[in-house]
């Protein structure tokens, strides 16, 4: 037991600060220490606060008498050294990028490049403590725009939004999805130890053909049959049959079945009817916002229980598409 060890009233009053306000937990707990020391708790009694062996609180009040305040603190070099230097750290991380799903083979080349053994947990601190983490990939498209046609057509596209607020057009993004009873996995939380099962079997597949406006309207066609050109001309024709007072747009991207010629020959015969095709960029499904209410029904909205069998599938996506601005809405601001 250190001898002499006596606590002025102001240095108590410190320790106080240091064990309510330090962020270093280790610093807390010796200052709590010897505060309990100093109200006269011997070691047998502290041992009952403290987890830690005898000779660490002998440790603790040892360092207080040599070194005060500082001895509350961890001197420079104590603790396990680092594996990696910051050199190997940045290694580890290029070599995560090229394997992203095989942290086995990391530690092989560790093994290879510096004879070093590790686990794979603790390569995975290591690209934890770099910013990584383990999430899912991200599908996109195979190819990329045109970067001058895609800056003029994201700058007209943004042109025609005030307008469309204004009310002086009828803004709509046009698009295709498909769903099936094979199941677009999403995250959630689970039970640890626990794993929530999805049924999943091939089926026909329900599409669906949309037409979405900002302001949450969403006019829809599902058929079970394939979606072409003739499906795109007749849902055009069905949801504007009426020349508009106001400009109506029509966004959509450069699938085969809106480039078609009966596609073409029809953009005559709409302008004429005062509606106009908005041909967005090749790969850049970002611009046309309807292909975000999609993700959010395959990802975010459906419910488990809907891949239980086609009609129940059938009937939350309905549900989803009939909801759509009132029970399901997205906010595109």
Not at 53 to 76: D, E, V
Not at 213 to 221: P, T
Not at 242 to 254: A, G, L
Request: with cysteine; charged share 20%; glycine share 4%.
């Amino acid at each position: 037991m250190p001898l002499n060890l006596s606590i002025s009233r102001e240095t108590q009053n410190l320790l106080q600060r240091m064990y309510r306000e330090s962020r270093h937990h280790q610093v807390r707990q010796r200052a709590h220490c010897l505060l309990l020391y100093s109200q006269g708790l011997e070691v047998p009694q502290l041992l009952q606060v403290f987890p830690v062996q005898k000779k660490t609180i002998y440790n603790w009040l040892n360092a207080w008498q040599q070194r005060g305040c500082a001895g509350l603190y961890n001197r420079p070099g104590r603790g396990s050294k680092p594996t990696f230097n910051d050199a190997q750290k940045a290694q580890i991380k290029q070599w995560a990028k090229r394997y992203p799903r095989q942290v086995k083979r990391i530690v092989e080349q560790v093994k290879a490049q510096w004879d070093i053994t590790v686990s794979t947990d603790t390569i995975k601190r290591v690209l934890k403590s770099m910013k990584m983490s383990w999430h899912r990939f991200r599908r996109v498209s195979g190819g990329r725009p045109d970067p001058a046609e895609y800056v003029q057509k994201q700058f007209a596209l943004d042109c025609l939004k005030p307008l469309d607020e204004a009310g002086d057009i009828q803004l709509y993004y046009l698009d295709e999805v498909g769903f099936s009873l094979v199941p677009t996995v999403p995250y959630g939380w689970q039970p640890i130890g626990e794993t929530v099962e999805i049924p999943s079997q091939q089926s026909r597949r329900l599409n669906v053909l949309g037409l979405m406006r900002r302001r949450g309207i969403l006019e829809s066609y599902l058929s079970e049959q394939s979606i072409n050109s003739d499906v795109v001309i007749a849902c055009i024709e069905a949801f504007f049959p009426e020349v508009s007072t106001h400009p109506i747009v029509i966004v959509m991207d450069k699938a085969p079945i809106h480039t078609s010629h009966a596609m073409q020959s029809q953009l005559d015969v709409w302008q004429a009817r005062n509606i106009h095709i908005f041909e967005l960029p090749s790969y850049s499904p970002e611009l046309n916002l309807i292909e975000i209410v999609w993700r959010f029904m395959k990802y975010q909205w459906m419910e488990i229980e809907a891949y239980r069998d086609w009609q129940s599938l059938v009937e939350q996506v309905e549900r989803m598409l009939t909801g759509f601005g009132s029970d399901f809405v997205i906010n595109f601001a």
